[in-house]
């Protein structure tokens, strides 16, 4: 839907087919952390007054059994917001409501069963016959197990729920924490009244932690946190399997690959969503004008302009989980002097807050 709209900015026309009901994007129960510069192309595509969310004013970072922290605020680098918490149900609302204003053509129930290459267009095998297109783009599902991917399973996996903090803790309402444990990461993101909960644990104990009374669930909560946070209330709790899967290569013949159909990464530091509109963002500009979208020479130079930004996210992200996720002491000390010395050094902490808001390629 991101990327309908934005070929509509830029002249080009285009059409959706999605195998689901339109609209099926509003059960998703995950929550997204938008960053400032997601903001920022979310106001180009038009949808985001629609959009409730909540800022992110300062994150903390820390690890749990071992020293070392860091605070990276909002007003240092000179933003609104860090990021923004909202619910994926309501950026698929707001980019639906814009599509019906645009009249950008919804195709739901309509898989495609197949997609052959011809000379100068790609014909799509659908269940009401076939149709063709210049250029063909993936921007949903998951990444294919074949050749053109790399997937490692981490053997994680996330627990997500919603909690309510005691009351005396409203001062902590735009503040995320992000808590390195040995199991694996820990994210409380500000929701509304209620902070989002993202609780990586083995996959081998997601079942039961998903399945723990409420005030068990709290108490377990309690302790990976610390932080003297205190919670009332938890809601029921879903569970998902964290596996990185990334293709290659994003292009293809007449063909292009982008969000999770591009690459699946681990949920740390919440860049996923940010890097499928900025893959979104870059497709939009580098088709607009064309006589032919699909060429290769466009779609060569759009893996290019993507190479930089996609490779450093999927290492950052993945080498988080690597050196993390684990209880060794050496490198528990060399995290701890990692996050002192982010904390000690101003423009190193920039540095980094700036690739998290605008991705490898940050924007002035």
């Known amino acids: 839907m991101a990327l309908a709209l934005a070929l509509y900015h830029h002249g ?5 087919l999605d195998a689901r009901p339109r609209g099926a994007a509003r059960g998703d129960q995950r929550v997204f952390a938008l960053s400032h510069g997601s903001r920022q192309i979310l106001e180009w595509l038009g949808v985001w007054p629609s959009i409730v969310a909540t800022k992110i004013d300062v994150i903390h970072v820390s ?6 922290r860091t605070r990276l605020v909002a007003q240092e680098e000179g933003v609104p917001a860090l990021g923004y918490v909202t619910a994926a149900a309501s950026v698929s609302d707001a980019l639906d409501a814009a599509l019906t204003k645009a009249q950008i053509r919804f195709h739901e ?18 269940d009401m016959g076939l149709t063709s297109a210049l250029l063909v783009v993936y921007a949903e599902g998951q990444v294919e197990t074949d050749n053109a991917a790399v997937v490692h399973d981490y053997g994680q996996s996330a627990v997500i729920c919603r909690v ?4 005396n803790q409203a001062t902590r309402s735009n503040l995320a924490y992000e808590r390195f444990t040995p199991q694996g990461p820990l994210a ?4 509304g009244e209620e902070l989002a909960v993202v609780y990586t644990c083995q996959t081998q104990d997601a079942a039961m932690l998903a399945g723990l009374n409420d005030s068990d669930f709290l108490v377990r909560l309690r302790t990976h946190i610390g932080n003297g946070l205190e919670f009332n209330k938890v809601t029921p709790r879903s569970v998902f399997p964290l596996t990185l899967r990334y293709r290659k290569t994003p292009v293809g013949d007449r063909r292009v690959w982008l969000g999770n159909a591009a690459q699946t990464l681990h949920p740390v530091a919440g860049q ?5 509109l900025r893959d979104v963002w870059e497709l939009a500009r580098a088709v607009a004008g064309a006589a032919d979208p699909g060429a290769n020479g466009i779609l060569a130079k759009y893996a290019v302009a993507r190479r930089v930004d996609r490779r450093s996210v999927i290492g950052f992200t993945d080498a988080l989980i690597r050196v993390f996720s684990n209880d060794d002491p050496l490198l528990r000390n060399l995290r701890g002097l990692g996050l002192l010395t982010l904390d000690l050094l101003p423009p190193l902490r920039a540095f980094v807050a700036k690739r998290m808001m605008y991705g490898a390629r940050a924007w002035p």
Do not use: C, M
């Open 164 to 167: 309510k903090a005691d009351q």
């Open 188 to 191: 409380l993101l500000p929701f």
């Open 63 to 68: 690890q749990q059994g071992g020293f070392g």
């Open 272 to 276: 996923g969503f940010n890097l499928a």
């Open 12 to 16: 080009v026309g285009a059409q959706i």
């Open 109 to 126: 129930n309509r898989r495609v069963h197949s997609a052959d290459s011809l000379n100068d267009a790609i014909n799509l095998s659908t």
